[in-house]
């Protein structure tokens, strides 16, 4: 079991590049998830998947986009990469199901070992 | 909106010796939960310990423990017999129920543990 695992572990772009940060989970998990991480201010959610085929917005989505491709697999793109994108970026999976009184629960969250960003 | 904050950007400790972290949240829900994650020099998230609101038993795990005060909003992680390896930034986190597995994390705490 390799858990999440991200490629790639560091890369650096130039302004206006694009790339795509590719995410994988062998934990057949149906969420999945996207955050950056910057100094001082913890981790912030860019995207999730809630399941297969679905998508949404997080705390901070402007500048990216994401492709559920499929049960495995979260990649996250940066159409034009600006500076103000530096940052680690975490992809995480984890399970959503049916807890008490008929709310949806969620087991731990698993992280991948993240990917440092820089945008020059 | 949900928010949570961590007062504390830096800690040291003895090793051997107990230490504390504080968080502290703001929410209008009555069911969440709330975690403490480990972020070591090595980067990896690791969960530590998770405290499910509707339950007002503090959660232990080995050297960690929690003091849970829901109505204060109040959510600390102890670190007993503190050891080198506890040297880590540590994350306060929230998730509301129902849950959609989204969590909101706090600035950090940067602990480390000294011989």
């Known amino acids: 079991n390799a858990g999440v695992t991200q490629t790639p572990k560091f890369q650096v772009l130039k302004t206006g590049q694009s790339m795509t940060l590719q995410c994988a989970q062998d934990m057949n998990h149906n969420s999945m998830y996207w955050y950056r991480q910057d100094p001082g201010m913890g981790l912030r959610l860019i995207y999730y998947?809630?399941?297969?085929?679905?998508?949404d917005k997080g705390e901070v989505p402007n500048g990216y986009n994401v492709s559920r491709l499929n049960k495995r697999e979260f990649s996250l793109r940066l159409e034009s990469a600006a500076p103000s994108q530096t940052s680690v970026y975490f992809c995480?999976?984890?399970?959503?199901?049916?807890?008490?009184?008929?709310?949806?629960?969620?087991?731990?969250?698993?992280f991948g070992p993240g990917t440092r960003l820089t945008v020059l | 909106a949900q928010t949570v904050t961590q007062s504390q950007p830096e800690m040291s400790v003895q090793e051997a010796e107990t230490v504390t972290l504080s968080c502290t949240y703001d929410t209008s829900e009555s069911n969440y939960y709330l975690f403490w994650y480990k972020q070591p020099p090595s980067r990896q998230m690791i969960l530590v310990i998770r405290q499910e609101a509707y339950k007002q038993q503090n959660a232990t795990e080995n050297r960690f423990s929690v003091n849970f005060q829901k109505a204060a909003k109040s959510f600390s992680l102890k670190i007993s017999d503190s050891q080198l390896g506890d040297t880590a930034m540590y994350f306060c986190?929230?998730?509301?129920?129902?849950?959609?597995?989204?969590?909101?994390f706090g600035q950090g705490t940067e602990l480390s543990v000294k011989p």
């Open positions: 995480a999976s984890s399970e959503i199901y049916a807890g008490l009184w008929g709310m949806t629960a969620n087991n731990e969250q698993f």
């Open positions: 998947s809630a399941s297969e085929g679905t998508t």
């Open positions: 986190a929230f998730m509301k129920l129902p849950a959609t597995g989204k969590l909101i």
